[in-house]
């Protein structure tokens, strides 16, 4: 497989070479559209495609063939988590209960995407109304992780993780409420960016509307400031979306980190699981970020105990969902939705406002936090990505002990977190590490990143070259 198969290039190599006319749109959909024939009966990281998705490389070539890009995404193919309406397709969230109308308008990081001339290549798999990290759901089953198909991809944007290290095109939309952007990210190998509250806009509001935003997911860091470039604009729909701060986000992202304070934390109020090559990552990144001129040092910040907070956050938001639903409905849910549901559903108004409480006491204390660190080094993921076919057993644990220990709190006081890559673990699985910084500095999160990405450079997720030959009989 050579380097100049548009499916492995990143999206400011496409548009380079689509300025040049030495590549077409179209010619870079159908590379990536023949990876997909290939590859995705294994990976299944799409909920469906896009019939129009050839008609809308045509019109993009068209336009670059006159000199003429309607925008600075015109013909990259990019893919939205089936979580976010687009005109024209269905919003099934990965459940039975919902219903296969199409959507009538599109979300706003969809109409940032499309209004930059971005081709939507298809919608990506989410867990069951993005409620889980496990990379599976009741209607399009299991996404598998092209670095290896035996482990999970992650969630809740699982289908992005997979089409992302599949190189199903360079660019995808995950929604972020407790990890679910960040988690599939580490586990697949990209970076993926949780933004700012209020940065992309939210329309109509998730499950998790409180502390979810949708974000980035791409090959490298570069990418996700230029799609996070087109996503965050102001959407009248979105009142509570932040004021318009337009910009490229690639501009100072090559500034480096020399002078700036750096923090590697260990506790988020509680200390979240961590094992022996997760440490060893961290550690690899603080010294990445030393050598090249940051202030590392480890501190913790003073919060309280963000599990018992998030806990609460999640099961009130999944018991909500499922009350209003018909009992018809609610027997076709993933069964672990329904346990949280049901184990969080008698809560009282009081405790749940504790709760509320203490997670502005947890933003407050980071704000604080943030007067001395620029920015916080932390793990993404307790482990690895796990088995694929492993059951969901008891979700509440998990939650704070197999799958987001790390990046809950950062929902819950609403800062920037990005992920990147910083190599791969014994059996060749990804690992990444965690960046935080203080609201509305998601600037120094690609900073930091982008300084990490040039000292590590991940190769591509060729190994799933070798995986897809041993497996494409199954």
């Given at each position: 497989m050579s380097d100049t198969d548009p499916a492995l290039m990143s999206a400011e190599q496409l548009l380079a070479l689509y300025a040049r006319r030495r590549l077409s749109p179209v010619e870079a959909l159908q590379a990536i559209l023949e990876r997909v024939a290939r590859y995705n009966p294994w990976v299944n990281a799409f909920a469906m495609l896009n019939p129009r998705a050839l008609a809308e490389a045509g019109a993009s070539e068209a336009r670059w063939s006159a000199g003429r890009p309607m925008g600075p995404l015109d013909g990259v193919p990019v893919t939205v988590k089936d979580l976010l309406n687009v005109h024209g397709m269905p919003t099934r969230r990965g459940s039975k209960t919902t219903d296969s109308t199409p959507a009538t308008e599109d979300a706003p990081a969809v109409i940032g995407l499309k209004a930059a001339g971005a081709v939507i290549l298809g919608k990506t798999t989410t867990t069951e109304f993005g409620w889980k990290t496990p990379g599976d759901?009741?209607?399009?089953?299991?996404?598998?992780?092209?670095?290896?198909?035996?482990?999970?991809?992650?969630?809740?944007?699982?289908?992005?993780?997979?089409?992302?290290?599949?190189?199903?095109?360079?660019?995808?939309?995950?929604?972020?409420?407790?990890?679910?952007?960040?988690?599939?990210?580490?586990?697949?190998?990209?970076?993926?960016?949780?933004?700012?509250?209020?940065?992309?806009?939210?329309?109509p509001l998730s499950a998790f509307g409180q502390v979810s935003c949708a974000g980035p997911m791409t090959r490298s860091v570069r990418d996700a400031?230029?799609?996070?470039?087109?996503?965050?604009?102001?959407?009248?729909?979105?009142?509570?979306?932040?004021?318009?701060?337009?910009?490229?986000?690639?501009?100072?992202?090559?500034?480096?980190?020399?002078?700036?304070r750096v923090a590697i934390v260990r506790r988020l109020g509680f200390a979240p699981p961590i094992d022996d090559e997760g440490q060893a990552a961290v550690e690899l990144a603080g010294r990445l970020l030393a050598e090249q001129g940051a202030i590392v040092e480890y501190a913790d910040p003073e919060l309280p105990d963000t599990r018992h907070v998030f806990g609460r956050v999640w099961g009130v938001a999944l018991a909500r969902l499922v009350t209003t639903m018909a009992p018809d409905k609610?027997?076709?849910?993933?069964?672990?939705?329904?346990?949280?549901a049901e184990r969080e559903g008698g809560m009282s108004a009081i405790d749940f406002l504790g709760a509320e409480a203490m997670r502005t006491e947890a933003a407050h204390a980071m704000a604080r936090f943030h007067q001395k660190y620029d920015l916080v080094l932390c793990p993404t993921t307790p482990t690895a990505a796990f088995a694929a076919d492993a059951p969901t057993l008891k979700p509440t644990e998990a939650l704070w002990r197999d799958w987001a220990p790390w990046t809950f709190a950062f929902n819950l006081t609403r800062q920037p977190a990005i992920t990147v890559p910083v190599g791969l673990d014994e059996s060749g699985m990804p690992r990444g590490v965690q960046l935080a910084a203080a609201q509305l500095r998601d600037d120094l999160c690609f900073r930091a990143a982008r300084a990490i990405e040039r000292a590590v450079a991940l190769p591509a997720a060729k190994a799933e070259e070798s995986h897809a030959c041993a497996h494409h009989h199954h």
């Open positions: 759901n009741p209607l399009n089953g299991i996404s598998r992780n092209a670095w290896n198909p035996e482990r999970t991809v992650g969630g809740s944007s699982s289908g992005a993780g997979a089409a992302g290290a599949a190189n199903f095109g360079p660019m995808h939309i995950g929604t972020d409420a407790g990890g679910s952007i960040r988690i599939p990210a580490a586990y697949c190998g990209l970076v993926g960016l949780k933004p700012t509250y209020g940065r992309i806009p939210q329309w400031a230029l799609m996070f470039s087109a996503m965050a604009q102001a959407d009248l729909r979105d009142p509570y979306c932040l004021p318009d701060d337009v910009r490229d986000w690639r501009e100072g992202i090559e500034g480096g980190v020399a002078g700036l609610r027997a076709l849910l993933d069964k672990g939705l329904d346990e949280v």
